[in-house]
């Protein structure tokens, strides 16, 4: 069965550098959720999507903007880099309201 | 966490044992899910229940829901060395989707 895709896997940037990740839902999925997950640490809730539309927002700094596209993808966009955005960020989807979601990969940032 | 205690915050057992997983949550919630984590690896849904459900199974997996102590447990029978893998629950508010996740259990199952 298809699952969430994310790319890239893995990013090195510089501080002050822009970044772009990106997430393909599960076909037929069309909500997307992106977190951050610090080592260690607990994943935390920055933002989602419902049918193109931003549905919740969490801790989501304003240097970070994110959209969906009308292809489902997601796109989150980093920008001003810090070194503390060091962290796996991972996208879910779900279909419809707030059930399973199910996670990609993760991709892994490393800011330098 | 956002969100509020999980413990213990580690567990170590024996293959074979049981394993039982507290969550504390402060909201008010649409459903409660577990989820598992092998290291940097992305999560894995295990189960969901609802806010007006109190006890869901599914396979090896029993877990309870006390809404008005605002508080899950996760139990795992019969352990394996492959359960070893940290465990998150995560609620998602009443009308809304923002997820909160709890700081997590590691649990590590000894051969």
């Known amino acids: 069965a298809a699952g969430v895709i994310q790319s890239p896997r893995h990013l090195i940037k510089e501080k002050r550098e822009t970044a772009t990740l990106k997430c393909y839902p599960i076909?037929?999925?069309?909500?997307v959720y992106w977190y951050q997950q610090g080592p260690g640490q607990d994943p935390q809730f920055l933002i989602s999507f419902y049918e193109k539309m931003q549905s919740d927002k969490g801790s989501i700094p304003d240097r970070f903007s994110a959209q969906q596209f009308s292809d489902y993808h997601s796109e989150l966009n980093m920008s001003s880099l810090e070194l503390g955005d060091s962290a796996l960020y991972f996208c879910?989807?779900?279909?419809?309201?707030?059930?399973?979601?199910?996670f990609g990969p993760g991709t892994r940032l490393l800011v330098l | 966490s956002q969100q509020g205690e999980e413990d213990p915050q580690a567990l170590s057992i024996q293959e074979g044992e049981n394993a039982t997983m507290n969550c504390s949550y402060k909201?008010?919630?649409?459903?409660l899910q577990w989820y598992r984590q092998n290291s940097g690896r992305g999560l894995v849904h295990l189960i969901l229940?609802?806010?007006?459900?109190r006890e869901k199974h599914s396979g090896r997996l029993r877990v309870t829901l006390d809404t008005s102590k605002k508080s899950s447990s996760l139990l795992i029978t019969a352990s394996r060395a492959a359960d070893t893998a940290s465990y998150f629950c995560?609620?998602?508010?009443?009308?809304?989707?923002?997820?909160?996740f709890g700081a997590g259990t590691r649990l590590f199952v000894k051969a």
């Open positions: 229940i609802r806010s007006n459900e």
């Open positions: 879910a989807s779900s279909l419809g309201l707030p059930e399973t979601q199910y």
């Open positions: 076909p037929r999925h069309d909500t």
């Open positions: 909201t008010s919630i649409n459903n």
């Open positions: 995560a609620t998602v508010n009443t009308g809304g989707f923002k997820t909160i």
